[in-house]
């Protein structure tokens, strides 16, 4: 039944595609499209704050800017990080959660109204966070995994955009799907793990003392939901290589049981998260550890069975992979991404020049396994299909291979010169291994945003069109 | 229905990655927080522990400076370092193979002191004492493991390694009887 290779070549014909389409009703469209508007939007602020970034740094630019751009510098790249590595992602999690509320419900969920609740505070939130930013409001804080606008408004910002993505979350929960289904049972798991992240936001919030030091305070605030939402993003990217790869070829990279099992294994792991504020001093060593050694006990194995399961897939239909399809040109360049950065997680230091070749890289495989069941699945769905063809090709080339030789570079210039401030007889050498690698860092970043605005253009224009057209 | 066909599929690889997140999951109370190396702490006044860091850098200043901080060259033994946004005060000239104790404490907020495998938090208000035994070979550096503000990134501090002097190390002998 699945064996169209390209399902989207013309119209939406596999039978994921009718399926869903079967069962989303026009209100479930609507928060489909607002979701996905939402997650693609955010990216596109966060490039436009990547331009003002660049703008402040450079004379004569600078001056054009409305901020004195000496500070304006930090506001701007704290909500670049902000909407590129946050909102994108939630946004995403808003929107698979009404696609698999839309199948769990067949077309009719309990508790109908929190949808579209959700979705208007999702929006409101995201609002606030830009507005307080144009505002030049707040303190640049450049803390771990959220980094914010020391300003009360931002917060609450955040914390309404969180509350915005929870309530369809919680709507899925309570629309229970079957436990053998991709989709509905890998974003509930999702799901569950992101109302523990959030749970660990509130306890974070509560517990910090009042007179704490803002840099701790946001650090800590932080560090423990901050590590609990990388659960969710990892869950989320391999629910897509799950569907990308049934998409693409026909077949999983693992079984339903397999896949269940690494699913629920994620939630059991992020589980203690909540307890350990209650274990560790919270401003204490021991409770950055905790979570740190979370993410390397409990974030390795799933992903790495399924890695091997699309390696394994991939072998199998050697000489047939459909280049054009961008299910799969989403799931290899994903899994390629992704399992670099995390080969490269291996030899990360406290704050060696290499951790940022891991994170860029894994957070480039998650965007890519997003980008892909957006284009694949979710505009599809919605009848907004991107034509594919040569550009599609393009895009995912573009950001994948440019993502992979920015950390590939990143990651030579960390290894070749880490603690060497005072110039030795090796200098020489030195000098030309960093040319190298930042000749690479600076062609793979240039070629990477490439990609990412295509696939900004690409998906907010169909999104944008008042009807749904595909092609 | 995405299940008919799957690349690893079967009870094998199901038991397989079951014993493995079982043993991950067990694995857990022997979590590395619970054997990390306590470090010796005591209370200190801020102003206490500026006066005993101004007082080496007056001692056994070299004269050169980094960064527009003097380098000091402190005798074996007890040798005091603090923390503050966002740099490591003052840099230090140690001697290959010799023994020091680092007194490291912050006189602002929360810094971390990481330096080789050795992570310790400083709190403001104590001071946490860390053997310290560089090698011929070594360029250790100092770097802030907690995140402190803007320029946290940036707190990073490197100690001079030098050849141990000829002169006979008195200092060693009395610090050790002092122990
Ligand atoms: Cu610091």
């Known amino acids: 039944m699945l064996h169209s290779r390209d399902p989207l070549a013309g119209a939406p014909a596999s039978a994921w595609l009718t399926a869903y389409d079967a069962s989303l009703t026009a209100p479930l469209r609507r928060e489909l499209r607002g979701w996905s508007l939402l997650a693609v939007g955010s990216l596109a602020v966060a490039g436009v704050l990547a331009l003002l970034l660049v703008m402040s740094r450079t004379p004569k630019l600078q001056d054009l800017l409305p901020w004195p751009w000496e500070s304006f510098f930090y506001t701007a790249l704290v909500t670049h990080v902000v909407f590129s590595f946050v909102v994108w992602y939630v946004a995403f999690l808003g929107a698979a959660a009404v696609l698999a509320t839309a199948r769990s419900a067949a077309g009719r969920p309990r508790l109908a109204a929190l949808g579209p609740a959700g979705l208007w505070l999702g929006v409101a939130g995201a609002a606030l966070l830009i507005g307080v930013t144009l505002a030049d409001q707040g303190e640049a804080s450049l803390n771990n995994y959220v980094p914010v606008l020391s300003h009360p408004l931002y917060y609450a910002g955040l914390a309404i955009l969180g509350v915005g993505v929870a309530l369809p979350v919680v709507r899925l929960l309570a629309n229970p799907g079957r436990i053998g289904d991709t989709v509905e049972f890998g974003v509930a798991a999702c799901g569950v793990a992101y109302l523990v992240a959030l749970l660990c936001f509130v306890i974070a919030w509560m517990l910090l003392p009042p007179g704490t030091d803002i840099a701790a305070f946001n650090e800590r605030l932080f560090w423990g939901g901050g590590h609990v939402l990388q659960f969710v993003n990892t869950g989320l990217m391999m629910m897509a290589w799950q569907s990308l790869a049934v998409m693409a070829f026909g077949e999983a990279p693992v079984d339903r049981r397999l896949y269940w099992l690494l699913m629920a294994g994620l939630v059991v792991f992020v589980l203690p998260g909540p307890i350990f504020y209650f274990t560790f001093d919270i401003l204490g060593l021991a409770h950055r550890y905790a979570f740190t050694d979370l993410l390397w006990y409990g974030l390795s194995l799933p992903p790495a069975v399924m890695i091997l399961g699309v390696f394994v897939l991939l072998w199998r239909w050697r000489g047939t992979w459909p280049w054009r399809s961008p299910a799969f040109l989403g799931l290899i360049l994903s899994v390629l991404v992704f399992a670099v950065g995390g080969v490269f997680g291996f030899f990360l230091g406290v704050s060696d020049t290499r951790t940022p070749s891991h994170y860029h890289a894994v957070i480039g495989g998650v965007n890519l396994a997003f980008m892909g069941l957006m284009v694949a699945l979710m505009l599809p769905v919605l009848g907004r299909a991107v034509k594919t063809g040569r550009w599609v090709w393009a895009q995912f080339c573009l950001y994948g291979f440019g993502q992979l030789l920015w950390s590939v570079g990143m990651f030579l210039a960390g290894a070749a010169g880490v603690p060497r401030k005072t110039a030795g007889v090796e200098q020489g050498l030195d000098s030309v291994g960093k040319l190298v690698s930042m000749a690479m860092t600076g062609t793979g970043g240039l070629i990477a945003v490439l990609g990412g605005i295509l696939f900004i253009w690409f998906a907010l224009r169909r999104l944008l069109a008042r009807e749904a057209i595909d092609g | ?179």
């Open chain 2, 1 to 179: 229905m995405a299940d008919a066909m799957a690349a690893i599929r079967g009870r094998l690889p199901l038991l397989l990655t079951a014993l493995a997140l079982v043993a991950l999951m067990v694995g857990m109370p022997t979590w590395r927080y619970d054997d990390r190396p306590e470090f010796p702490r005591y209370a200190i006044s801020t102003d206490a522990f500026e006066a005993k860091v101004d007082a080496m850098v007056r001692d056994h200043s070299t004269g050169a400076e980094e960064d527009g901080m003097p380098v000091v060259h402190p005798p074996p033994g007890d040798v005091y370092l603090l923390a503050r946004r966002w740099q490591f005060y003052p840099v230090l000239e140690l001697e290959a193979g010799r023994s020091y104790r680092l007194h490291v404490a912050s006189v602002d907020v929360l810094h971390g002191f990481h330096v080789g495998d050795v992570d310790v938090l400083l709190v403001p208000g104590a001071a946490t004492v860390v053997p310290f035994n560089p090698g011929a070979s070594d360029r250790p550096v100092i770097q802030c493991s907690e995140f402190c503000g803007l320029r946290h990134n940036r707190m990073t501090a490197w100690v001079r390694v030098v050849p141990a002097t000829a002169a006979p190390d008195q200092h060693q002998g009395a610090a050790a009887g002092a122990r």
